[in-house]
């Protein structure tokens, strides 16, 4: 993963004012906690690039070269993240000629000091394995690969500014401006940018009104315009966290995205942005299997896979012991890799931190795939490209040998589980009822097929043709 002499491979090449690049850096909810949702991967626009900052494997991306961005952008196996909405709502918003590219550099739980400059790695010694192996992505000096990264992208384009998500490993830390504020300047002075001519923005973290732990951090982050003029704050307000206090949802990162564009789209004169993405909870499918899926039998459910578990087939209510793991197990592994997605559904709200997880190796205490439905009841997780977070680094899912497939939770209250099963069919376009031709005469909110409110149903004539979602139906616009 070393940068050593990519740059001088390279060759020249006049940079094309055309290509705006930024650069992006922070933490955890920069570099995406919540599942990429199918949603997520349509319609990406090809002018909207990202330049790998780490290898991956699936699919390829080097170090240093740039790819149509596609989640997840950060590393390998990480989440949805504000930039995936920020550069569509950028390009949406510039002209035809013009092409955006994000550098992220992002680690879950660093600290403000972690992308200094100066950061010692010789100090990383006492650190947790997880966080060590983060770290190593970036061969424990992630400015430096920011930096090559950065000189890289200068030789092809124009930095325009930094977006920042970072504080909650900083609550309460009075000196974070100033820190930030050096980070800043060293950035400018090692990559010869005028401050005039680069903005950064900084995102609020989780806010204390939406049930936050680092909400207090807020007020600290807003002063920092007052340190570093050019700096603007992004809101985040009304933005709805995943359970845990720290992460927002997948939709709360995709409205947080679209508030970076429109705060970086305004320090360019453009004050009243096309912003597609509704800040509306989007629709939310209600999927059924269909002939050729593969359904996980409610009647082979064993509750008892880890710790001694209950499950009342008549109501689909699973009582996990303390700790404990219930769903399907087979001594020889199913092959799932012929489907695109797999769909868990509980019969209502989580209240417990239930975990899906979906293991590949016979032994229950090898890492598996893992997803939360903190606080909701579905999850739609597409099998190609499934990863397991091991402290050795981030490794794709053997979707082709699945021996477990189940339920974790704390064992302190019920889960009530609806469905499970694989699917080669998208659940957020067809898991609706066949196509009407016209809307009941009731009034209903109107979805497109990325789950964007667009209206109500009584606005239908004002919508251009297409296919849209109300009422639990597909209506046809003609």
């Given at each position: 993963m070393?940068?050593?002499?990519?740059?001088?491979?390279?060759?020249?090449?006049t940079p094309d004012p055309n290509f705006h690049i930024y650069l992006c850096i922070g933490q955890s909810n920069m570099e995406g906690n919540a599942p990429v949702e199918p949603v997520d991967r349509i319609d990406v626009p090809e002018r909207f690039k990202v330049m790998a900052t780490a290898d991956f494997t699936g699919p390829v991306r080097k170090i240093g070269e740039w790819y149509t961005a596609t989640p997840p952008l950060v590393r390998q196996g990480t989440g949805l993240t504000p930039m995936d909405y920020f550069g569509r709502t950028m390009v949406a918003n510039l002209p035809e000629n013009v092409t955006v590219g994000v550098i992220p550099v992002a680690i879950g739980?660093?600290?403000?000091?972690?992308?200094?400059?100066?950061?010692?790695?010789?100090?990383?010694?006492?650190?947790?394995?997880w966080f060590k192996g983060y770290m190593r992505e970036y061969d424990n000096a992630p400015y430096a690969r920011l930096m090559a990264c950065a000189k890289i992208a200068q030789k092809q384009g124009v930095i325009k500014g930094i977006l920042l998500h970072q504080g909650e490993s900083n609550n309460g830390d009075n000196a974070w401006p100033s820190k930030v504020k050096k980070i800043y300047e060293d950035i400018l002075a090692d990559l010869g940018m005028s401050e005039l001519s680069v903005p950064l923005l900084a995102g609020e973290v989780v806010t204390t009104d939406e049930g936050g732990a680092c909400g207090g951090m807020n007020p600290i982050i807003n002063r920092l315009p007052s340190t570093l003029p050019v700096a603007r704050v992004v809101t985040a307000a009304n933005l709805p966290q995943k359970g845990d206090r720290l992460h927002f949802t997948a939709h709360g990162y995709r409205v947080l995205g679209c508030r970076y564009a429109t705060e970086m789209l305004a320090t360019m004169g453009i004050t009243d942005p096309k912003v597609d993405y509704s800040e509306e909870i989007p629709f939310v499918p209600t999927p059924k299997p269909s002939e050729g899926d593969f359904v996980f039998d409610l009647k082979h459910f064993n509750p008892r896979i880890w710790e001694e578990g209950t499950f009342d087939i008549s109501t689909g209510v699973f009582q996990a012991g303390k700790y404990g793991f219930g769903g399907w197990q087979y001594d020889r592994p199913i092959d799932l890799s012929g489907y695109k997605y797999i769909v868990a559904e509980l019969g209502e709200d989580d209240c417990d931190g239930v975990v899906f997880k979906v293991f590949d190796t016979a032994s229950y205490w090898e890492t598996p795939y893992e997803s939360k439905f903190s606080g909701g009841?579905?999850?739609?997780?597409?099998?190609?490209?499934?990863?397991k977070n091991l402290d050795s680094g981030i490794k794709p899912l053997?979707?082709?040998?699945?021996?477990r497939v189940g339920f974790w939770?704390?064992?302190?209250k019920p889960t009530n589980i609806r469905q499970v099963f694989a699917t080669n069919n998208n659940p957020y376009t067809s898991g609706?009822?066949?196509?009407g031709e016209d809307a009941e005469n009731v009034s209903?909110?109107?979805?497109?097929?990325?789950?964007?409110?667009?209206?109500h149903s009584a606005e239908l004539d004002s919508l251009p043709a297409g296919i849209y979602i109300s009422g639990g139906r597909k209506i046809a616009v003609k």
């Open positions: 070393a940068m050593t002499g990519m740059c001088a491979v390279m060759t020249a090449q739980g660093c600290k403000i000091e972690h992308l200094d400059k100066d950061f010692d790695p010789a100090t990383l010694e006492g650190e947790a394995d009841s579905l999850i739609v997780a597409e099998l190609d490209g499934m990863m053997n979707t082709s040998q699945v021996y939770g704390y064992g302190n609706v009822d066949a196509v209903h909110e109107v979805y497109d097929l990325h789950g964007r409110l667009v209206g």
